[in-house]
């Protein structure tokens, strides 16, 4: 969302030729002030817009690098098929609660 943004407004390019047009130890003309303001309130814009967006996603859904992404999703399918088999088999207690429904609709 906010690269996606950014590139819109062309901001990396504007803010390359906004450096190469300033020296060292020299202050920015006027337009040159207007520019990097501006630079700065699209980058704000584009920065406060993908929050609003991201906030509600849940922390550790979203993927940052396909290099842990895929360890990731390897980790939670395996996690998600050893608690699934668990349930399955079921704990002892489960166990005993079959077993006295079973003997009642035999009686």
């Known amino acids: 969302m906010y690269k996606a943004?950014?590139?819109k407004h062309a901001l990396p390019a504007r803010q390359f030729n906004l450096e190469r047009s300033t020296s060292v130890g020299v202050?920015?003309?006027?337009?040159?002030?207007?520019?990097?303001?501006?630079i700065d309130t699209l980058k704000t814009k584009a920065m406060?817009?993908?929050?609003?967006?991201?906030?509600?996603?849940?922390?550790g859904k979203v993927s940052f690098s396909e290099a842990m992404d895929i360890p990731k999703r390897l980790l939670i399918f395996w996690q998600t098929a050893v608690s699934?088999?668990?349930q399955t088999q079921g704990a002892p207690s489960q166990h005993k609660l079959?077993?006295?429904q079973e003997?009642?609709?035999q009686d």
């Open 84 to 86: 699934r088999r668990v």
């Open 103 to 105: 003997e009642k609709g």
């Open 48 to 59: 406060l817009q993908a929050h609003r967006q991201c906030r509600k996603v849940h922390l």
């Open 5 to 7: 943004k950014v590139m």
């Open 27 to 38: 202050s920015l003309s006027p337009t040159q002030q207007t520019e990097a303001i501006k």
């Open 98 to 100: 079959v077993e006295a």
